[in-house]
């Protein structure tokens, strides 16, 4: 499985941009998948997930900002960011896991290369 990130940019606080993270594989429909961010200087923290059934979660710093959905037909995961503040300024990672437990807890098997989201105030 391949995970490529893409839609990141430089925004300023308040905007909003839509993360997408193309996957190769066919199975790309069974798998879970998820976003994380790093910060410079702070651990990787989970932004979003969707299990292969649909659940979501999200982080309590993003909830009500951030929606997670994925398109199977194109296999694509998606983030739409909005209201976006500083504090979101970090380089963002698709997961992507067979086995949503790991995923969750951020030791998914797939990860992408990032994509940098950066907001000013």
């Known amino acids: 499985v391949q995970l490529v990130e893409s839609g990141g940019g430089s925004v300023q606080a308040g905007g909003s941009l839509r993360l997408s993270c193309a996957a190769s594989s066919y199975t790309y429909s069974t798998y879970s998948m998820g976003w994380f961010r790093r910060a410079p200087g702070k651990e990787r923290e989970r932004v979003s997930t969707l299990s292969a059934t649909g659940t979501t979660s999200y982080s309590d710093s993003v909830k009500g900002r951030f929606t997670i959905s994925k398109d199977n037909a194109k296999n694509t995961l998606y983030l739409e960011m909005n209201s976006l503040k500083p504090d979101d300024t970090a380089m963002y990672y698709c997961?992507?896991?067979?086995?949503?437990?790991?995923?969750?807890?951020?030791?998914?098997?797939?990860w992408g290369q990032g994509t940098q989201v950066t907001v000013s105030s």
């Open positions: 997961a992507a896991d067979p086995d949503y437990l790991q995923l969750f807890i951020g030791s998914a098997n797939y």
